[in-house]
């Protein structure tokens, strides 16, 4: 699995995220309507005789077309806001919009500590968690504060994988990642990233891949038959280390898709998991180019 994600990063698979004049899903997809074109007009054809004095301009005008179609279709893809996917019995949306105004279990990525002060050192205001932790009332803060410090979910066996006693700022304790604590509101909360000791969150693409497989254990273990919002995790604040310190916002999002599928998890309707690309960022993104995810790996 490491194996095929790590080749798919290092040829280079995602150089832009425009859909180009010769993208190859969106000949496909050409390919795909001119079939069908070609089957009604074969078929009409049999029972229609046109003259010869008007075969050459209809079908001048019938290339014209096929060439005006090609281009809406071009145009239509770079301009996809969403997408949706299926995994066998399983609905997956990837859309532009806000995390926090979704009406599903919504995931809000911490740390392996699961800190909780954000000052900019520890956590960003302008990070996803910054942003949750900031816009809770003080009752409220307390309230997840206690869920992020003594969550049974955190006592049990094999989710503490350390203490860092020499941690001057912030917690101690390390959660393995992709462990979920359960927040008020239907919020949940993941560790998603290790954290060095100058509090940059860090993880090789190794610790990413399991981070995400253990991440959609953790799921299937809480989210009780109702739909998850996830952000594409590590956009813009997680650093790689080992070589894939280049890797896009469209390669993290291809991924996180990748391991869904290949994870145990599934969502049965009317539950789906539903991937929130941050509007703002828009341009990093091809969401047309997630079609081949259905039927393809990463290595198409």
Not at 9 to 36: A, E, H, I
Not at 168 to 191: F, H, M, N, S, W
Request: proline share 2%.
């Amino acid at each position: 699995m490491l194996s095929s994600c790590c080749s798919y990063l290092q040829r280079g698979v995602m150089n832009t995220v425009n859909v180009g004049f010769f993208d190859k899903t969106l000949r496909r997809s050409f390919v795909k309507v001119l079939s069908g074109i070609s089957l009604i007009l074969s078929l009409t054809l049999v029972f229609i005789d046109i003259p010869k004095k008007v075969r050459f301009d209809l079908g001048m005008i019938f290339l014209a077309g096929l060439g005006i179609l090609y281009i809406a279709m071009l145009i239509r893809a770079n301009l996809q806001r969403s997408i949706v996917l299926k995994f066998g019995n399983t609905t997956v949306e990837v859309s532009l919009g806000d995390l926090f105004k979704q009406n599903d279990l919504k995931v809000v990525s911490f740390n392996e500590y699961f800190d909780d002060v954000v000052d900019d050192k520890i956590i960003a205001k302008n990070s996803i968690n910054g942003k949750y932790l900031s816009s809770l009332s003080s009752s409220q803060l307390e309230d997840v504060r206690d869920k992020l410090q003594n969550a049974p979910r955190l006592a049990e066996k094999g989710v503490q994988v350390g203490t860092n006693f020499y941690r001057k700022e912030g917690k101690k304790k390390q959660y393995r990642l992709g462990t979920i604590v359960v927040l008020p509101d239907d919020y949940l909360a993941t560790a998603a990233s290790k954290f060095t000791s100058d509090n940059k969150a860090v993880v090789t693409m190794s610790e990413y891949i399991s981070f995400l497989m253990n991440f959609w254990d953790e799921v299937d273990r809480v989210y009780n038959g109702r739909s998850v919002s996830i952000p594409v995790f590590g956009s813009g604040m997680l650093r790689f280390r080992g070589g894939y310190d280049n890797v896009s916002d469209q390669d993290l999002l291809q991924i996180i898709l990748w391991t869904f599928k290949v994870s145990k998890i599934k969502f049965t309707y009317p539950a789906r998991l539903h991937v929130v690309v941050y509007k703002q960022k828009s341009a990093k993104y091809n969401l047309y180019k997630l079609k081949e995810l259905e039927n393809n790996g990463l290595s198409q």
